[in-house]
Structure formats: C-alpha cells, structure tokens
C-alpha cells in the first residue's frame, strides 16, 4: 500500500487524497481524530490492504505518539460497514460508510472508554529527518521531596523519520517521544501523552543537553548526557519481588460493592493444600494504587502476599475503585467509599468455600491502616486487623506534622520548613473549615498569590496546589478522627509503625493509638527500628530514600504480621 505520498505542503499535519472512496473501497490509507478529551487528542493513521483471497490486513499509526505499524486483526468491510480491532492496544473500531462525507464515521472503543472517529481517506505527512541525536541519553530529574527520576531517552533515525522513547526507570514506565526537534544547538523533544517537554542546549561536543523539563506548570532542570554504545538502561535492583512460578495457587477474580455499583477486580493467592485457609484483604494507602500498591517499582502488596501466602494465610489484593481494571470513580471517591469496598472484599471472601470465614481479617497500609478499624467496627464478622503505618490523629494534624518533617528531610533550612509548614497548614485549615470547594479554592488562592515566597510560582502550579488538596477526599481525611472509631473495636488489632517513617510519624502517632485501643486486651502497638513509612530498613526516612533502596519490606515486619496473624487464627 501507499505509505507517503511525494510532494505534500510542508507543514501540515496531515495530508488528504484528492478521491473519495466508495463504501466497497475499504483498502487504501485514511486518517481520523480521536478526541479523548479538551487535552488528551490522537490522530491516527489506518492503513487497510486486500489480499488476493479477499481478506483484508491492516495497521494503524499513532501519529502524536510517534508508533507506527501497530497490527490490526478481525478486519471485516462489507455492505456499508468496517470493524477492526487493535489487539495490542485492547481497542476496536466499527463504523459505516458516510458518501456524504465521503468518509468512515464509527465509534473506537478502548478499556476507558469509546469515543467517535471519522476516518477520511489520506496520508500522514512524513515526520522530520533530524541529524546529530541518534542514540541514548541519560538524565536524573530530582522532582519534590527529593525524589529522583532516571530517565533514559532513546532515539533513531527510521523510513517514518527521527523517533524515540522515554524510560523512566525508576517508574518502569515508558512513553513515545512524540516530537524531536533541532535548530542548531536548540533541542526540544516533546511527549504529548503526558504533557511534557524537554527543551535544552546541545554543546559542541554533542554529549551533553543541557536543559529543562516542563510538565503540568513546573520546570525543572534537567542535563542529558550522550551514553556510550552497547550500554543497557540502568536496572533497578528489587531482590523481594517473587517470581513465577510460585508455590502457590493464583487466581484472578472479581466482586462487587453492590451498593456503589463498583465492581473490583483482584487476584486472590491460596496455599497448598485443600483449605479451608484463614485470609486477609489487603488495602492500599492513598493514591490510585492498583492490587500490587507500586511505589517505585516496589511491588509492595506483592512481596507482603507472596510472603503471607507461603506460610498457610490466603490473600485478597485489588485495584482500588476506578484503577487498574477496576470499575468506580477515583476521582470523587473518600476513605469511607474505599472503606465499604473494603468491607465488601471481605464479605466475598467469606463465601468461597476455601476460605475459612471465621478467619478473615484486613491488612491497612497507611490510608489502608485508617481504613480497617471502620471496616471492623462496620462489621462484626472481621476477626483481626493489622494497621501497617495507620495513623491515630486526624489528617490535618498527621498532614501539618508530615511537611515539617518531609520539608527537613528534602534539606529545607529551619525557616523555610516554617514558612513552608505555615502555608501548608493554613490551606488545610481552609479546606477543613469551607465545605464549598469553590470558595475554598478562592480562599487558597488569595494566601498563596500573597505569599512572597511564591512570587515567582507560575499560576499553573499555584493552582495544582489549590486543586491537589481541594476535594472530598482530603475534606473528609482532614476532618476525620480516627480515635472514635478505634475505642470501637472489639477484634485484635495490631498496629505498627516504623520509627523512621516521616509520612505517619511516630511520635505523633503511637501514643494517640495506645490511648484509643487502651479498652482492647488484644491489642497490640509497635514501633519498629529503623523502618520508614513503606516499612524498609532506612537510613533517614526520607522519601527520596524509597526507590534509591532495594529492600521493599523488611523481613522483620514481614515476620511480625506473620507470626501475629497465625496466632490468631490457630496457625
């Protein structure tokens, strides 16, 4: 088939053919727009081909993506109608002929949603050829709070013009380079899937881009340095995380909060044997954590079922509403919508003839540790909870005492931690107190605009700000105190948290969560030596210290919830 037409006006984005095709002439080059939403918009190129046998094959290439030649299978045209699916990208079109439009009109459908697309007949215009970039490029972006980013770019040369790619190793994610760019020694490199850029100086050398990283109103130095030939991307060491196959059955299941209409998936993990076995759930901290609850390439929840697993104890990990394959909104969730989906893992667990429902407990992580005791006071028939780094104050006091902390780890000087503290405790008093976010945010905005200290913060940050904190979400953890419903609980409860952790900090927290389970003889507090908010051994706490260390979880808090749980269950 055609893949590039000569003598295209330069510039454009894309180009059209001059004929219109027929409802019978599906096999030829078209174009469409798929609009996501106002800031999230795909131009694709399908590309469809005919075979002798009268089947038809195709591609499709993401233009602002910069992916090309993605398979397409199930292409079927006929009587007016084309469908195809995109099997690598879990999406499907179907659409019919419009010979008004001279044009395709359907609907693509991918996981997220669907949207429609017109596909008109056209070719892309050629990408730009750009010299003096091929190769790889290493770079480390130190974001908030000390934490560093690797990145590695990678670019190329190919017949679709001068492509690449961005690996954040530290995320383990990767993205299409959508945009390169070279005017003497100017180098822009663009990737619109998530809204950033990186704009710097090539030196004379061509080693060296010296530069900075825009995205979502922030800038942030950035310099990329030319690595050698044959060299792999850095590897992030995570010696905890299992692998398959493991000495234990793994399954894949879903169920339902039925009152919030949410279905949630997850993976369940048994143990040898026939069962009936003692399980917990595992609920995630804050975030859109998925059943793993990933923090920089730690697969937390993971390393914490593989171990549980293998000494005798089911486990129960899910995406949390609105992530991973989950169904929900995350976005106007609160800790008590993720408390009743909580609950309502726990009550399908109990229906599985494997499960002994008897012994069915939670484990909380942070948020998840806030969560469990308003799943057991909800319902009497959890047996035990295990609060991992779950605090004993309310969220304004946990979040206020948190940035001090957090600020003084980073390296801020004592006068900044105070101003820094005092700003931030002034926006959480101001979302406690106003109820409308409207309001609230104008509140915000007048202090922060005020402030000289962010005299020079762009109004985009300045709003991310406003926006990160103004919502259901922090309203409810900031006003709600968890020692009333902790004097309610009548399981065992054990509650840990490290005595580095900075994130949930100890002194703060451990005596509120003695004095709240004082009424309950089966409670138990500890405070583990020198283990930070994620449970790792640390050397400060910090968060920047979270992906620079390879351990995921200590073993001595794996063991701890270990031996604790199977002494309750009979184990």
């Known amino acids: 088939m055609t893949r590039r037409l000569a003598g ?7 180009a059209f053919t001059a004929h219109a095709a027929s409802a019978q002439q599906a096999a030829g080059d078209w174009l469409g727009t798929l609009t996501v939403s106002p800031t999230l918009v795909f131009h694709l190129a399908v590309h469809l081909a005919k075979t002798a046998q009268g089947a038809y094959s195709g591609a499709v290439d993401s233009l602002d993506r910069g992916a090309f030649d993605v398979p397409l299978a199930d292409v079927v045209s006929s009587g007016g109608a084309l469908s195809f699916t995109v099997p690598s990208l879990k999406a ?20 997220q949603g669907t949207w429609p697309l017109k596909l008109s007949p056209g070719v892309a215009a050629p990408l730009p050829t750009v010299a003096g970039l091929d190769g790889d490029w290493d770079g480390a972006l130190t974001v908030s709070l000390g934490i560093k980013l690797r990145l590695a770019f990678h670019i190329a040369t190919g017949p679709h013009g001068t ?49 900075q990283w825009s995205q979502g109103g922030m800038n942030l130095p950035l310099t990329l340095s030319r690595r050698a030939a044959g060299q792999a991307d850095a590897l992030l060491k995570r010696p905890q995380t299992p692998v398959k196959p493991y000495p234990y059955a793994e399954e894949e299941v879903t169920f339902d909060d039925a009152a919030s209409h949410v279905r949630l998936a997850g993976t369940l993990t048994l ?30 929840f993971l390393v914490l079922a593989d171990h549980l697993t293998r000494h005798g104890i089911a486990v129960l990990r899910y995406d949390k ?45 942070s948020e998840g540790g806030l969560i469990v005791p308003m799943v057991a006071v909800a319902d009497p028939k959890v047996d035990f909870i295990v609060m991992m780094a779950g605090p004993g104050v309310n969220g304004a006091q946990v979040l206020t005492e948190q940035g001090r902390l957090v600020f003084k780890a980073a390296g801020m000087s004592d006068a900044q931690v105070a101003e820094y503290s005092g700003l931030r405790e002034k926006m959480i008093a101001i979302v406690q107190a106003q109820k409308d976010p409207v309001v609230a945010a104008a509140k915000m905005r007048a202090l922060l605009v005020a402030d000289p200290a962010l005299k020079n913060t762009s109004p985009a940050v300045i709003e991310a700000q406003i926006n990160a904190i103004n919502n259901d979400w922090f309203r409810f953890f900031f006003n709600y ?8 609980v009548r399981c065992p409860v054990l509650a840990m ?10 002194d703060q927290n451990l005596p509120a969560l003695r004095a709240a389970l004082a009424h309950n003889p089966d409670a138990e507090v500890e405070e583990l030596p020198s283990l930070n908010h994620l449970f790792q051994t640390a050397k400060t706490g910090a968060i920047g210290e979270y992906g620079e260390l390879e351990e995921t979880m200590a073993p001595a808090a794996l063991d701890l919830m270990t031996s604790w749980i199977l002494k309750h269950v009979g184990g």
């Open 8 to 14: 295209l006006i330069a510039g454009l984005a894309m």
């Open 92 to 111: 499907s079109y179907a659409g019919k002929w419009d010979p008004a439009a001279g044009a395709w009109d359907g609907m693509w459908t991918q996981t």
């Open 163 to 211: 492509l690449g790619t961005l690996n954040s190793i530290d995320q383990q994610t990767t993205v299409r380079i959508s945009g390169v760019a070279k005017d003497g020694p100017h180098v822009k490199l663009a990737m619109a899937l998530i809204g950033a850029t990186f704009d710097g100086a090539l030196d004379p050398s061509g080693q060296t881009i010296t530069g």
């Open 271 to 300: 143990p040898e044997g026939a069962g009936p076995f003692p399980a917990v759930v595992l609920v995630a901290g804050s975030g859109p954590n998925t059943r793993n609850e990933p923090i920089l390439n730690h697969e937390i």
């Open 321 to 365: 509403r609105g992530t991973g394959t989950s169904t929900g909104d995350y976005a106007k969730a609160t800790t008590q919508d993720f408390a009743n989906d909580a609950d309502a893992a726990a009550a399908w667990l109990r229906t599985r003839k494997d499960i002994d429902p008897a012994k069915v407990g939670l484990i909380g992580h």
């Open 481 to 488: 105190d968890p020692a009333i419903t902790l004097r309610q």
């Open 497 to 506: 948290i490290g005595s580095k952790d900075l994130q949930v900090p100890p």
